[in-house]
């Protein structure tokens, strides 16, 4: 390994972040935990496709680190509605296949960050629309719909308390 290389690597004596505080663990669980069930509560009350694997990720970033960039509702929402977005028009252009799916990633990838909504979880909205072999309909049941209940939940949730505020910017 060359020694330009060997300076990238973390030294075996750095340890690992400190755990956040057992409150902040109990607060991004029932958070989820909201965000989820009102997912799913939505998905049988109107019999519409809510659930998005994504919006798992989704939840551990807004109910456990709420005043990150990535979690703010323009980030989350329209992060996903992009990626889902490109992963519909590549799949409806060029099909599924290996390249499709990584041209179909990268490009969601770059668009969240041209628009400035990077969204980490949105990240896989392409591989699953491909995967799914998903309709335009994707893009509004559970995309859309479902970023805007998991928002929806989060600033209701993030702002109990005093010493809590969510969102941290709006657009």
């Known amino acids: 390994m060359n020694s330009g290389m060997k300076n990238k690597w973390p030294a075996p004596t750095e340890t690992l972040p400190p755990r956040l ?28 496709l809510m659930i998005l694997g ?3 990720a989704s939840c551990l970033l807004v109910f ?8 703010q509702p323009r980030n989350v ?14 799949l409806n252009m060029l099909g599924v ?12 990838i770059a668009l969240m960050l041209i628009l400035r909504v990077p969204h980490p979880p949105a990240g896989s909205n392409p591989f699953i629309v491909m995967m799914m ?4 309909e994707f893009l509004i049941t559970p995309t ?22 969510y ?3 709006w657009w």
């Open 64 to 71: 456990a680190y709420p005043n990150s960039p990535f979690s």
């Open 167 to 169: 969102p941290t910017y």
């Open 144 to 165: 859309l719909l479902g970023s805007i209940i998991l928002v929806i939940v989060a600033i209701i949730y993030n702002n109990i308390g005093i010493s809590r505020r």
């Open 97 to 108: 296949h290996w390249w499709s799916m990584a041209i179909a990633v990268a490009t969601a």
């Open 21 to 48: 505080p057992w409150r902040s663990i109990c607060t991004a669980w029932l958070g989820a935990f909201l965000a989820a069930a009102a997912l799913g509560i939505s998905q049988e009350w109107k019999d519409l």
């Open 77 to 90: 929402i329209g992060g996903h509605f992009i990626a889902s977005l490109t992963g519909l028009i590549f």
């Open 133 to 136: 072999g998903a309709g335009w």
């Open 54 to 56: 994504s919006f798992g």
